[in-house]
């Protein structure tokens, strides 16, 4: 059994450094295309086409109205924004706080009964008269140069879908802090994505649209509560092109406590195995390029291995203890103290322990990679101390809760 684990866990973690090395590939390779990418960008288009911001809201009273105001700051031409508020049934004063804003020519205002998110964003769509079309969470708020950005994309007639970065609204907590790295990571990640045209995933704030996508493809879909990683794999699948405006910024609130965190993460993770589920006749097909050969798998392998290792340590703690409990029964309290002297002779050259090692490197790389990209320096702070001390005991309980889920099909709930 030991054996089986290890070679397990050997495969596992080759396949995790194969894969940061080929994203390190990837990145270097296209780091002067960025450069280049970033000056065409902050040129500006001369035509600025006709955009609809959908603003879908559920009992948001507290931010609604931020989020609102972001998108009027916009550096746009005011003719050529509209932003569409669809209340969802919200049962606090919602409705309220957006009727400040009814006599603004740039606004509508809609109510529906309570659906979900994808049926108000749905409702907006069916009022579409836009070239392009996206959609703002009613708890994010957008830079006033974004959009500009985004827009640069279009120029290309092939850009179907333009997906934002997103960053943290003024993280302040240690669990707010250990989500700004992660924040920063999908930004990286996503523009190497680009590069190898398999973006799966396209964010619910401020993901941009070609009205096309959705006249071709049809509406948004439940999609178990992920509609933003559903269009993105219906887009893949049919061969519509995603691009990442990695100097884009959109902001989110981040969750500010454990619970909260949890229960979003869980409900990421259970919607992307769902979604997956449902595509995964795209997995290993090669008429679906590196989002199928590639992409997709490495997703899917990333789960099931933190699964494994997380259950496989969990194991061996149970083991330990039991054993020291064993030990402590049989001669009693008898400890001993470390020897301190160091010899390279005990230094652990086990192929596991590099491989772990050398993953864990890359991952560092990333992380730092990541942060020049998302903040323009090189800062370490305490938010990545937290986040590599924390966020590997924090993220695997969400995977498996979900991967738990999943399997026992037990549907996960936005409340």
Known sequence: MPDFTNLVTYVFLFASLNFEVFLLMTYFQNKENMKKEEELVAQGVKKYPTVTIIVPCWNEEKTVGKTIHSLLNLDYPKDKLKIMIVDDGSTDKTW???????NNPQIEIHTKPNGGKYTALNYGLSKLTTDLVGCLDADSYVHKDTLKKIVYYFQDRETMAVAPSIKLWEP???????????????????KMFQYMNAIY??????????????????????????EDIEIALRMQENGFKIVHAHNAFVYTVPPNTVKKLLKQRIRWSHGF???????????????????GMLILPMAAISIISVVFISSVSIFNIIRSAINQYVIFRTVGFNPHWPNWNFDLFYVNTQILTLLGLATAIGTITFVVISKKMSEGKLDIGMDLIYYLSLYMFIAPIWIIKAAFNAIFKVDTKWR
């Open 96 to 102: 309220e706080v957006i009727q400040k804003f009814k």
């Open 172 to 190: 302040k907590s240690i669990l707010q802090l250990l989500q700004k790295i992660e924040y920063g990571f999908g930004i990286f990640t996503r």
């Open 201 to 226: 995933i396209t964010p619910g704030p401020f993901s941009i649209f070609r009205k096309e996508v959705f006249e071709k493809l049809g509406p948004y879909r439940h999609a178990h509560n992920t």
């Open 273 to 291: 195995i769902q979604n997956a589920k449902d595509y995964r006749h795209m997995f290993f097909r090669k008429k679906y390029g590196n989002v």
